[in-house]
């Protein structure tokens, strides 16, 4: 019944910007949090940057000061604004997303196909 669309993944130089979208469709009831993760290659996935429903905000070391999460909870959809980024950064990124679909059913978590990102001079 829930689709996470992630959009926005590309091929750049060092020191530019992507900036990375995710937006939730279906039966939706509440979205209690989201998160981008990401999977560099030989790696297990991590978290990137987190939000919760109160809109409290999670950097991993790596990004801050450059990462910045944001949502617009109008349209189910949350933003990952990606600056000077590193060849370091290059993984495929996923949206993560907990939430409910009915007022009755248990919230659980749900996964986008992935975006690639690629970060190479």
């Known amino acids: 019944q829930v689709q996470l669309a992630e959009s926005g993944g590309g091929l750049v130089q060092p020191g530019e910007s992507l900036n990375l979208s995710c937006a939730a469709s279906g039966t939706i009831f509440s979205i209690y949090y989201m998160a981008w993760y990401r999977q560099l290659p030989g790696k297990q996935r991590e978290l990137v940057a987190s939000?919760?429903?109160?809109?409290?905000?999670n950097y991993a070391d790596s990004v801050k000061g450059r990462f910045t999460l944001s949502r617009d909870n109008a349209k189910n959809t949350v933003y990952l604004q990606m600056n000077s980024l590193k060849p370091e950064d290059t993984a495929v990124y996923y949206c993560?997303?907990?939430?409910?679909?009915?007022?009755?059913?248990?919230?659980?978590?749900?996964w986008g196909q992935g975006t690639q990102v690629t970060v190479s001079s």
């Open positions: 993560n997303a907990q939430l409910s679909t009915t007022a009755r059913s248990q919230a659980i978590f749900y």
């Open positions: 939000i919760t429903k109160g809109g409290s905000t």
